[in-house]
Nanobody, 125 residues
Framework: QVQLVESGGGLVQPGGSLRLSCAAS????????IGWFRQAPGKEREGVSC????????YYADSVKGRFTISRDNAKNTVTLQMNSLKPEDTAVYYC??????????????????WGQGTQVTVSS
């Protein structure tokens, strides 16, 4: 069964950093765009960032641009979201998802085929 597993969440103070990882099992990520989404309590799911399967296209939501960096290592079958200068409003459950798309990505959730279980990120002093 295809699986995506997120890791790296936790509690961090404002201004701190976290590194989220999304690991795929039972399929290879090369042909898949990977997106990171988040959902805070009482709020709608938000698309945060994505990266195309060939590593040629990335997208960042305005709310995280300049602070978050998405990258992928297809040899390790993982995608990483480096989050710097974290703010309390970044607090949410973060999910990675995979869409079979090689040359482009978007953060339109219904396009995505596979989803991870999520990892909690809490930014608080």
């Amino acid at each position: 069964q295809v699986q995506l597993v997120e890791s790296g969440g936790g509690l961090v103070q404002p201004g701190g950093s976290l590194r989220l990882s999304c690991a795929a099992s039972r399929f290879t990520l090369d042909d898949y765009a990977i997106g990171w989404f988040r959902q805070a309590p009482g709020k709608e799911r938000e698309g945060v960032s994505c990266i195309s399967g060939n590593n040629g296209h990335t997208y960042y939501a305005d709310s995280v641009k300049g602070r978050f960096t998405i990258s992928r290592d297809n040899a390790k079958n993982t995608v990483t979201l480096q989050m710097n200068s974290l703010k309390p409003e970044d607090t949410a459950v973060y999910y990675c998802a995979a869409e079979r798309r090689r040359y482009y990505c978007s953060v339109y959730g219904p396009n995505y085929d596979y989803w991870g279980q999520g990892t909690q990120v809490t930014v608080s002093s």
